[in-house]
């Protein structure tokens, strides 16, 4: 069992930076692809990032390609979210994900664990 405890989400103004955090428990964590989705009220999840086990393969949603970073501390069992210039339309909670494939199965949604999110609102 895995748990994920995300943490860094909050208020920002737009074109300003947050950076996600997400813990994981478990000595297994290396061996677990990790991601970032979102959800906007009233919409449904959507896939925002994904890491490799290694941290050597990510994929990132169009929408946020040039302005997100995802990366990884196997040594701290965290795996982080690096949002900069943001903008009201990432407005959302904010979920960590770890699967036991690859970057790019998680990417299908095919995850093991799901954090309990974190809030993110970008103001205009």
């Known amino acids: 069992q895995v748990q994920l405890v995300e943490s860094g989400g909050g208020l920002v103004q737009a074109g300003g930076s947050l950076r996600l955090s997400c813990v994981a428990s478990?000595?297994?964590?290396?061996?677990?692809?990790m991601g970032w989705f979102r959800q906007a009220s009233g919409n449904e999840r959507e896939f925002v990032a994904t890491?490799?086990?290694?941290?050597?393969?990510?994929y990132f949603q169009d929408s946020v390609k040039g302005r997100f970073t995802i990366s990884r501390d196997n040594a701290k069992n965290t795996v982080y979210l690096q949002m900069n210039t943001l903008k009201p339309e990432d407005t959302a909670v904010y979920y960590c994900?770890?699967?036991?494939?690859?970057?790019?199965?998680?990417?299908?949604?095919?995850?093991?664990?799901w954090g309990q999110g974190t809030q993110v609102t970008v103001s205009s």
């Open positions: 890491i490799g086990s290694r941290g050597r393969t990510t």
């Open positions: 994900a770890a699967g036991s494939g690859t970057a790019l199965s998680l990417k299908s949604q095919k995850i093991d664990y």
């Open positions: 478990g000595r297994t964590f290396s061996t677990y692809a």
